[in-house]
């Protein structure tokens, strides 16, 4: 049927169409009889593009049919249809503003997810063929990548293109990003001496072309930074000098999905490839810059930690031993984002014996660093955190602990600070029956506070 529809030299955009929907539809199904049903058009590229040169759609189609091929493990069949259509004109790279330009608006800061044209669906038959580790296919992906990811222009050039496409070369990170791992490029290197070790030196190109870019002609390709540093977190085994490079360019760029590298090179990088010499002092340096100062990383930083000590296994208190001399750092200065983080890793270290007394009297600093804050701004505020779990957990442990802090917490309120789980507060506060003398004592003392601060709404606390 395929055969009679495109006789025509010039089949209409109807029909292309149709054959469009025939491909994708087949293709889910069984992709070796779809590649047989257009096999014919894909002989040689004169034939492809004279035949499918009015239909992006359709040559797109073949290309996901391709990736289909690949994860069938029809590679040939595969790696034909990656020859025809890693060079194709789609999409048209300009700057000229438009809806479907996303070019232009990765350029001007924007990520666009969708895949919807020819060139850009190419690295995703890549993918597949590299997650085979199979290491002739593994070359033939990364050719094939370094050829989408144009860092010399040259294929731009070919299609009468003004520059690179950016939209192409984020897409292409991915592939590239699936070689970078330092197992993927050991079996490179088997195969062909110093070939995983191109990698890494397209990393750093990439680097040194996009540092180009941004300078001569002011563009910010966040999207394709955001990317590059997933390339570098698979990558891993760099020189000290090496890290260096890539952290400056991402902190220059402000990057903030970098945080990783920055907790990589200073916590873990030495202990990870001890054959390959790396001082972190520099790293280490940074870390703590970063976790005591305003920037982009800082709460991105304190969720990652907070990730660490929530962690399911019997080493989470091993691990954040390594990190907290960075996490205390975290309190120093007031910001909603990382405090959250920091009272959700709370939650979990007071639970831990080891901890408890340290962090109870970090927890209390928290407190007193984010009401400081709050009361000096002079605005009207509802505070979220530190949420009741915590407040559960003292009371739990030990209920002198409890109202200690209780009542430390409420000293810090004033008229313009409303805690947004009072009710939740005031139901655990009921619950205590004070045993001792200086319970006791700190019990009215909370029913006071808890008078003051909510006369109206609450009444009278004494039990």
Request: glycine share 4%; charged share 30%; proline share 4%.
């Amino acid at each position: 049927m395929i055969d009679r529809l495109l006789q025509a030299e010039n089949p209409s955009e109807r029909v292309l169409q149709f054959v469009s929907s025939i491909i994708d539809a087949l293709s889910g199904h069984d992709s070796l009889k779809t590649y047989d049903l257009v096999k014919p058009y894909l002989e040689d590229r004169t034939t492809f593009r004279k035949v499918f040169q009015n239909s992006p759609d359709v040559r797109s189609k073949i290309v996901g049919l391709g990736e289909k091929l690949a994860r069938g493990k029809h590679y040939d069949e595969a790696r034909r249809i990656v020859d025809l259509c890693v060079e194709d004109t789609d999409p048209g790279t300009s700057n000229i503003p438009g809806p479907f330009n996303y070019h232009l608006e990765i350029k001007q800061g924007g990520c666009p997810m969708i895949i919807s044209d020819v060139r850009s669906s190419v690295p995703w038959v890549l993918r597949a063929l590299v997650s085979t580790e199979d290491p002739a296919l593994m070359k033939y992906a990364l050719e094939k990548t370094e050829l989408l990811l144009d860092l010399n222009g040259q294929l731009a050039r070919r299609l009468g293109y003004p520059e690179p496409d950016y939209y192409v070369r984020l897409q292409a990170l991915a592939s590239f990003g699936d070689l970078a791992s330092y197992p993927r490029r050991r079996i490179l290197n088997k195969y062909e001496a110093g070939l995983g070790d191109r990698v890494k030196t397209v990393a750093f190109r990439m680097i040194d072309v996009l540092e180009d870019e941004i300078k001569r002609s002011g563009i910010k390709p966040k999207a394709i930074c955001e990317f590059l540093v997933r390339v570098f977190n698979l990558i891993g085994d760099l020189k000290t000098e090496e890290a260096k490079r890539v952290l400056q360019f991402f902190e220059k760029q402000e990057v903030e999905d970098s945080f990783c590298l920055f907790v990589y090179f200073a916590l873990y990088r030495r202990q990870q490839f001890r054959h390959i010499s790396f001082d972190p002092a520099y790293f280490e340096g940074k870390l703590k810059e970063i976790c005591k100062s305003h920037n982009v990383y800082r709460s991105k930083v304190a969720w990652f930690f907070w990730r660490i000590a929530d962690e399911d296994s019997n080493e989470c208190e091993e691990r954040f031993g390594q990190i907290e001399p960075y996490w205390e750092l975290l309190f120093e200065i007031y910001d909603q984002h990382v405090f959250n983080s920091l009272y959700y890793t709370l939650e979990i270290t007071l639970t831990w014996p080891s901890k408890y007394q340290y962090h109870k009297r970090i927890l209390k600093r928290a407190i007193e660093v984010e009401t400081d804050h709050l009361r000096r701004t002079g605005k009207s505020t509802q505070l979220w955190e530190p949420g009741t779990k915590i407040f559960q957990i003292l009371k739990d442990y030990d209920v002198t602990d409890f109202l200690e802090v209780l009542a430390f917490f409420l000293e810090q309120i004033n008229e313009n600070i409303h805690y947004y789980s009072v009710p939740q507060l005031i139901a655990i506060f009921r619950s205590v029956s004070p045993a001792t003398v200086k319970q006791k004592t700190m019990h009215r003392r909370v029913e006071s506070l808890l008078g003051d601060l909510y006369p109206d709404k609450y009444g009278d606390f004494s039990v």
